[in-house]
């Protein structure tokens, strides 16, 4: 038997060998008729798989007037159809459609359960399937380890906290993600207006009409240096690709490659100054950002240089700009927008002052989206480790 790494100090029992079938009933989903499918939250809930489960929790989607199988309020809802082993709670009585099982279980087998599911348990049930599904007897004969009630209740306790913390910063995560969609739409103007919905206060006046072409004073597209010489890359040169920006992101970016003076001679790329803007037009139109340092760029990309408008602000008008041309694309075969397109794409420009002032309104904004973002990272790491070191 493998050797907890971390366990509460006050216990030192060994920890039971069971069968899951042993200590916790399990009923198997049974899906309803689909003519007794409905909309109405009167009904009951149906819960089919984990299309119905959202952060660990059932959330109501589909209703039925038929029961077939039944799990209670309290009780764990396990995926049995793929993705096989998304563990989830219910707040409510569900009916169970057959993706499912309902597991009773208290939180120390919900973590467990979880912990299953992130090092691929129930993988060994599905080998060879075609469709990847596990079976009453998979669930049922799954052999665990229990300690005492008291330690599981300790164990138990100990994750809902971090479960606890981290749905709080998933919450306002989500909270400034939406206020910043929202802002986005209401401190620009919209369509056939030429002042914002929401205004920060000091500022009047009419917004200016330009093109994007009016924005800076340069514009740069890139290239690729051939990819077969060896002296073309590994350089001195932060070199970027589309794939190195990450949607929703201005400000940040992981440069994955370099090139040489002699790549940089020998292709089409080019040096762009520091404090430029990189927006990509062809693969992953829609992403920008924002480069701090000299750069180059692969043949995807157009910059704006010597910048005459404030770089926070531009930024996020041309994010914004950028979306609603990813929204007009949807459907059709185009899959970029060409240099003449984006500079004479109409904008409107308030002021010097405004512009830096709403700049720093969503620099600030996405700090802080991105603080708890970088929370959430820290905490599900530190939960995956607890599952590995405290479970056996």
């Known amino acids: 038997m493998r050797q907890l790494k971390i366990r509460f100090k006050k216990y030192n029992d060994v920890w039971d060998n069971v069968k899951l079938t042993e200590i916790a009933p399990i009923v198997m989903g049974q899906s309803p008729d689909s003519k007794n499918y409905t909309d109405n939250p ?39 159809r793929a993705p ?3 563990i989830g709670k219910t707040d409510y009585n569900v009916v169970l459609g057959r993706g499912v099982a309902g597991i009773k279980g208290n939180e120390f087998l919900f973590q467990l359960l979880t912990k299953m599911k992130q090092y691929h ?21 799954a052999e665990i380890y229990l300690p005492s009630p008291a330690e599981q209740q300790a164990i138990g306790s100990l994750f809902r906290t971090l479960d606890d913390l981290l749905s709080s910063y998933k919450n306002n995560l989500a909270n400034y993600q939406s206020l910043k969609a929202t802002m986005l739409s209401k401190m ?43 002296e073309y890359w590994d ?20 440069v994955q490659k370099s090139i040489s003076e002699k790549g940089l001679k020998n292709s089409s790329a080019k040096i762009i100054p520091k404090d430029s803007i990189a927006v990509v037009t062809r693969v992953g139109v829609g992403k920008l950002v924002v480069m701090r340092h000299e750069y180059a760029t692969s043949q995807d990309f157009l910059s704006l240089s010597n910048l005459k408008s404030n770089i926070e602000f531009t930024a996020y008008l041309l994010y914004r700009l950028l979306q609603k041309e990813i929204t007009q694309l949807q459907g059709t075969s185009i899959k970029g927008i060409t240099k003449v397109e984006l500079l ?49």
């Open 42 to 80: 009167n009904d009951y809930i149906l819960v089919q798989g984990n299309a119905d489960m959202q952060n660990g929790r059932v959330v109501p989607r589909v209703w039925t007037t038929q029961i077939t199988k039944l799990a209670e309020k309290g009780d764990l809802i396990l995926s049995v």
């Open 84 to 86: 096989v082993g998304d």
């Open 121 to 141: 348990y129930w993988a060994r049930f599905s080998t060879g399937s075609t469709f990847e599904s596990i079976n009453s007897n998979d669930i049922k004969s």
């Open 188 to 230: 620009f103007p919209k369509a056939g207006q030429t002042v914002p919905e929401i205004r920060l206060d000091g500022f009047e006046g009419e917004w200016e009409l330009l093109e994007v072409n009016d924005l800076a004073d340069d514009f740069q597209s890139g290239g690729t240096p051939k990819t077969n010489v060896q």
């Open 235 to 254: 350089g001195d040169i932060p070199w970027i690709q589309s794939s190195d920006l990450e949607a929703n992101c201005l400000f940040e970016i992981k």
């Open 344 to 392: 004479s794409k109409k904008v409107l420009i308030p002021s010097l002052p405004e512009q830096q002032a709403i700049g720093a309104y969503f620099s600030n904004l996405d700090q802080l989206i991105t603080s708890y973002q970088e929370k959430i990272s820290q905490l599900e790491t530190l939960k995956k480790k607890l599952l590995q070191d405290m479970f056996i």
